[in-house]
């Protein structure tokens, strides 16, 4: 029988220790609103992770990182979907279709309208930046594991949700494999939302604006990057937006300045393209020029498509 309830009830903590000493085996399944993540045990280890949210998407964790820049996922992206619209019948024949790929950075699945036409699975995103040379086998796992663990330590500031455990859901054999362990996870967990509240207190919205006090100087000893949020401190920006620069500012200034492809966006078009993720539950991409561009919107089923529509359509 399936392990399931609210958050309210049994905390993340709790459950994660739970399955960790009974050493379970099998999928513990979140969700919130259209958030959904996952997080998949082996005899009480934690050993993968899934998730629905853009901003977990393994592709926007190798940017943050600065492993790899936006032309870089881009072009792997395209492969990914390249090697999707490649189905075949159950004959062997090719036979062209309108299948649609799924891809939340590592993970990707084939969709058809077809049940006949049997479409061979594309090569999850770190497969191809290796076989690619831009990263090492070593390098998607250290960042796959720091996903998963970004993604657990977000589950700890969840004030409500559903969880649910089931034995039927192995970790998927081609999914690249990290070793967690719980407790360590619990710990860090439990630190950082102790953290957020007191966050909270002094700022309760990420739409709050921050200026600096009237006593600083702009001779402060720091480094680039600090007098880089220094200035846009200046600037009034919420705290959102300062989020969104921090992923350009975390990137070392050397290794921005060897990668020219690496765009800067300005903030306030990336806290949209994040409010419109957030309000569609899809990939959304803006972008913008001098206040001309375009918004793609990313969908990876029909549903996804029909869902979305209906939204535009204020239905």
């Known amino acids: ?174 999914f690249t494999r990290v070793h967690v362990e719980a407790n360590r996870v619990v710990m860090e967990g439990i630190h950082r939302a102790d953290e957020m509240m007191r966050f909270r207190t002094l700022i309760p919205s990420d739409r709050t604006l921050l200026e600096l006090g009237a006593g600083w100087t702009s001779s402060l000893p720091a480094g680039k990057a600090t007098r880089q949020l220094l200035y846009f401190l200046e600037k009034r920006m919420s705290v959102e937006q300062l989020e969104s620069l921090i992923f350009h500012i975390k990137v070392p200034l050397e290794k921005a300045q060897q990668e020219p492809r690496s765009r800067w966006v300005d903030p306030n078009v990336r806290a949209a393209q994040q409010d419109l993720e957030r309000s569609l539950g899809v990939r959304v991409r803006i972008r913008d020029r001098r206040g001309k561009g375009k918004i793609v919107i990313e969908y990876a089923t029909l549903e996804d498509f029909d869902r979305v529509l209906e939204m535009l359509k204020g239905k």
């Open 1 to 174: 029988m399936a392990l399931q309830g609210s958050l309210t009830t049994m905390s993340v903590s709790d459950l994660l220790q739970f399955l960790a000493v009974s050493r379970k085996t099998g999928l513990l399944k979140f969700s919130h609103q259209k958030v959904l993540k996952g997080i998949y045990f082996e005899n009480g280890i934690i050993v993968g992770s899934s998730t629905n949210d853009p901003k977990e998407y393994l592709g926007q964790v190798l940017m943050h990182y600065g492993k790899i820049d936006e032309a870089q996922l881009q072009a792997a992206m395209e492969i990914q979907r390249g090697e999707a619209a490649v189905p075949r019948s159950e004959g062997g024949k090719v036979q062209s279709s309108t299948s649609k790929v799924q891809s939340s950075g590592d993970e990707a699945a084939v969709q058809s309208p077809k049940s006949k036409v049997q479409s061979r699975r594309p090569r999850r995103l770190g497969q191809i930046l290796v076989a690619d040379g831009i990263l090492s086998e070593e390098q998607v796992s250290q960042l796959l594991e720091i996903r998963t663990l970004d993604i657990i330590y977000d589950l700890f500031l969840w004030n409500e949700g559903q969880f649910e455990f089931g034995t039927d859901n192995p970790l998927p054999p081609d």
